[in-house]
């Protein structure tokens, strides 16, 4: 093409530098070639036509989804544990302090005694010396929100008590902490006992201990005087809550769960659950300065022959500021046995067995805290979607209502189809491991082109049917299928609408009969129930409006000035083996394929039939030359040019026509300009 426009350039040169100075003007022919292009159905759609292998014919093979249930949408709801635990909560050590007055600290006089046999007259006596008590074991100071003195008096004089009176007292501003009367003692080891509710007081480290009153019974003759024996006084504290305290607190668990943890599966009841995504989130905020370590164990979560088990330090905050801990783990691939703690014993659904233990350690330091102290536990199951699951997945009806689908076997087509030979089927098919039932309400198929709906009537599919269980197989399924015929149906005439559309309206149940697998139905997360439109038939049809479609590339953009173009002539010489005439469309397209006008074509009968034997199959390709005349606008639209749209559009004959892959059109093109010369 570029060496005959090469020559023509140059012959125009010679003719214009080379003539006399007369001015002359003739007419010059140049015919170039244009592009070439060849059709046939396999350029047009292999996705449903397919070859025939015995005889080269086409076969179309379709499958259309029109609904699709997941019960994989069965997923566990979040939950978990939120633990507040404020110093209310925690406790300081039980302990107990012991201290004696003795029988000298009573009266001096029995240090003279000492040693001796005397007789002891009847005594009473206030106000003995206060005896300090050391608390700093426990605390600098402490406000208790609850807590409890136990006060233990022990008579090792030789007479008997009739009455002593007991006080406790702050040694730093003298404030009473606890009073009270201890009546009719024994002599030699007798003892008493009271307990004194601490709520609402404020106890420092140092004590004093003050026997207020203390009246006792003369002797049965005489005794042996030991100055170093007489009364002890035990304190025994307990349940120490403090509301404020500067205190050492001793180890102790602020969190100890041991029990099952139920999740919401939306109307299923499983027993396993293997986790193909889903995580463990673990959050705690304190104030307390301690440090804290947590201990978590899910007995029934097991992955690599392990129990999931995980420690985690955390450590307290500092001066008055919070400090947090956030761990994350993925639960992904863990198999959780769902039924509970002890779960071959009492064997429940939804509920997974976990042990947490919140421990806060001990520093021995003495730190200051109060009720606006914390320490806050989140502990959270999020996200949580089975790989698979096992149990009893619920009963579950849906109806669709009124829903549209695409489909695609006539996307794109209009024109006339009759069909012969058509198999049609309904199947439904079956990943979810339970029974299953189906009904078809209402399937109208709309062809968005000619705006027809047609609804097809089929009594198989108007009543019940059931889908059985497929085996505990990744990937396996049932099938349940329902053939279609002219006999059971007007299929024939729905296809024959060509739709592009499909409304719908049916129902599906899951588990119609209830829990009758005891617990062995199952779904992996990809499990699913197919409603599809199956069709497969030799490729026969009686068609209209069929178009095949090619796009060339041009680049006319050198071919000189267009003023000089009187016309130009495109010719279009077409072999075609098909059983059918085509209709043929050309359109100029720029280099964005935006369009830039259509061709007239003469004849504009278009393209002739192919010679086909009795079955159809092309013998002998039919020749066809076609003009397209261009005016000079015309020509010029050329140079715009980026591709040449070439449309082949099917004209219906009525007839049913077997196709084959040996059927092809091939088209040639060759432009011819005119110009005008001049000197």
């Known amino acids: 093409m570029l060496r005959d426009r090469i020559y023509f350039l140059a012959f125009i040169a010679v003719l214009f530098f080379g003539c006399a100075k007369e001015q002359t003007s003739w007419d010059v022919n140049s015919t170039l070639p244009l592009f070439k292009t060849e059709l046939s159905l396999n350029n047009v759609d292999n996705t449903y036509l397919k070859p025939n ?22 997923q566990a709801t979040d939950t978990g544990i939120d633990a507040f635990f404020s110093l209310r909560k925690l406790k300081l050590s039980d302990r107990i302090i012991e201290n004696s007055i003795t029988l000298g600290q009573i009266n001096p006089l029995f240090k003279i005694l000492n040693g001796q046999q005397a007789e002891i007259p009847a005594q009473e006596q ?35 008590i009739s009455l002593i009176v007991f006080e406790l007292t702050n040694a730093t501003d003298n404030t009473v902490v606890a009073s009270d009367s201890f009546l009719n003692i024994p002599k030699d080891g007798g003892l008493a006992k009271k307990t004194i509710d601490l709520r609402g007081k404020t106890v420092t480290k140092t004590l004093k201990g003050t026997i207020k009153k203390l009246i006792t ?8 005087i030991d100055a170093s024996k007489g009364i002890t006084v035990r304190l025994g504290v307990r349940n120490l809550r403090p509301s404020t305290a500067i205190a050492a607190f001793p180890s102790q668990n602020v969190i100890d769960q041991d029990e099952g943890l139920t999740l919401y599966m939306g109307g299923a009841e499983v027993k396993w659950f293997k986790v193909a995504k889903g995580q463990l989130r673990i959050k705690v905020e304190s104030t307390i300065e301690e440090n804290m370590s947590m201990v978590l164990s899910l007995p029934g979560a097991m992955k690599n022959g392990q129990p999931f088990y995980q420690e985690l330090s955390m450590p307290g905050s500092v001066g ?73 997945l619920g009963n579950s009806l849906t109806r669709t209502g009124s829903m549209t689908t695409d489909f695609g076997l006539f996307k794109g087509i209009d024109g006339n189809v009759g069909v012969k030979d058509l198999n049609v089927s ?20 709309e062809n968005v082109f000619s705006k027809n709906t047609l609804g097809l009537s089929a009594n198989p599919l108007m009543t019940d049917l059931f889908v059985t269980s497929p085996m505990f197989i990744r990937g396996d399924f049932t099938e349940t299928k329902v053939d279609l015929n002219s006999n059971n149906s007007n299929i024939k005439a729905f296809l024959e609408n060509m739709p592009q559309k499909l409304n719908y309206d049916l129902e599906t149940e899951i588990s119609p009969n209830g829990n009758v697998n005891n617990y062995q139905d ?11 439109m199956r069709v497969d038939a030799p490729a026969t049809f009686s068609i209209g409006g069929l178009v095949l479609r090619d796009t060339q590339g041009l680049n006319l953009s050198d071919l000189g000035s267009s003023d000089r173009i009187k016309s130009a002539t495109l010719f279009l010489e077409v072999e075609n083996s098909f059983p059918v005439d085509f209709g043929l469309d050309v359109e100029l397209l720029d280099k964005q394929y935006y369009r830039l006008g259509n061709l007239d074509i003469t004849p504009q009968n278009g393209i002739s039939s192919g010679v086909v034997d009795d079955n159809g199959y092309p013998l002998q390709a039919t020749k066809s030359l076609l003009v397209i005349k261009l005016t000079r606008d015309k ?20 007839k049913m026509q077997r196709l084959f892959n040996a059927s092809k059109v091939n088209v040639k093109s060759r432009i011819q300009f005119e110009y005008e010369a001049r000197n």
């Open 53 to 74: 292998i015995t005889d080269s014919s086409y076969l179309l093979s379709y499958e259309n989804l029109i609904y699709r249930y997941k019960i994989n949408d069965l």
């Open 126 to 160: 206030s106000n003995l010396t206060p005896t300090d008590i050391d608390a700093s074991a426990f605390f600098e100071t402490a406000t208790l929100d609850t807590g409890y003195l136990d006060v233990s008096i022990e008579n090792n004089l030789p007479v008997n």
């Open 217 to 224: 019974q003369s002797s049965n003759g005489l005794v042996l």
């Open 320 to 392: 008055k500021g919070v400090s947090r801990t956030e761990q994350i783990y993925d639960m992904t691939g863990f198999l959780l046995d769902f039924r509970g703690k002890n779960g071959p014993v009492k064997d429940t659904v939804n509920t997974f067995h976990q042990i947490l233990k919140v421990t806060l350690d001990s520093s021995g330091r003495k730190l200051a805290v109060s009720l606006k102290d914390s320490i806050k536990l989140t502990y959270r199951i999020e996200g949580l979607k089975p790989e698979y699951a096992i149990g009893y």
């Open 426 to 445: 309904f199947i439904l098919k079956n990943s979810i491991g339970t029974d299953g039932r189906f009904k078809l309400h209402k399937l109208d198929g």
């Open 522 to 532: 199952f779904v992996f997360d990809d499990s699913k129930l197919d409603v599809i």
């Open 635 to 654: 020509a010029e639209l050329l140079k715009k040019s980026g591709y040449v749209a070439i449309g082949m559009k099917i004209k219906g004959n009525g």
